[in-house]
């Protein structure tokens, strides 16, 4: 590895010629973190210009009560806790349609493996949201509820993901991939799909038109080279289907958790995960920044650094918070804008699929902009 020329890697960047397992691990260990921020920019840059992507968003979680209870989640319940709970389909299309007059094209649901709700239940939930708001696109269910619904259900996962389909299911979310590493995920979510049930369904979910983002938590008992195999994983999988559109690594957030006695990564570190993300998943048109969990300010500071995603304005986001984020649970439309154009950025608002909406620049609006 000590033969291994920043030179060269830098003039593969340029070159659009993808990095080596090895070569990643080498990046992995350079500190000087503007300097991969500049390689991870020029890749950003390469790719989607000086736009940077956003949607207006409501997030949804159905139910806190887990089945799987994994060792870095401070959101999921016992059923019987004080504190559980789980949504009627009334409750959701009440919370969606709440949400309508903030201009939202998105519902984006993520949940608890609830131990006693059935699959029709989650099949009603979106096809009341579809029949209620025709027009809203519902991003819903992990790789993880999928392979779970199939468990309960008796179906296949193509079964599941075709009925989820056909009664509106628009796209996935990345959740549930945590690290992608048999061995970590049995030390903190052992009831949990492991990495080839994640892997398989989500190649399923793409082979039927379900496109996904892909996520990875980072920052609790994994080293830089599970990282890095992790990314790779997602990279390969992106060879084969590309149906994934966006990456999102997720900073692990310790209170309140079964690890609280880990410390959050830094700004330094998620920064240089976000860099190194843009760098390896060459792929991938869209890496995001997701604000709940990074804070607002390092994802401003993150489009400097590869990112050209910020999410949404989300609105009522639980899980990160019970992990004690201090974030709000929703940011404004324009507060989104203000945050870009500060980054020297154009704000691009897109749907789920990356369809432009709007751009602005220097206070202008042209819907007509194509990305």
Known sequence: MSRISLLELQKKVINGERLTREEAIHLAGVDDLLYLGRLANIVKERKTGSDVYFNVNR?????????SRCK???????KGDPDAYAMTVDDVLTDAVSAVPLGITEVHIVSGLH????FEYYLEVISKLKQTMPEIHIQAFTAVEIWYFAGISGLSVEQVLKRLKDAGLGSMPGGGAEILNDQIRQTVCPKKGSSSDWLETTRIAHKIGIRSNA???YGHVETMEDRIDHLIALRDLQDETGGFQSFIPLPFHPKNTGLDGLQKPTAFESLKVLALS??????????????????????????LFGVDDLDGTVVEEKITHAAGAETGESISRAELIDLIFEADRIPVERDTLYNVIQVHKAGKEDPSHEA
């Open 59 to 67: 997030h949804i979680n159905l139910t806190n009560v887990c089945v």
């Open 72 to 78: 870095f989640c401070a959101f999921s319940k016992d």
């Open 115 to 118: 131990p006693d709700l059935p």
């Open 215 to 217: 996520t990875m938590l």
């Open 278 to 303: 843009r760098l390896i998943l060459d792929n991938f048109d869209h890496i995001k920044a997701f604000w709940i969990m990074m804070g607002i300010k390092v994802s401003q500071l993150s489009l």
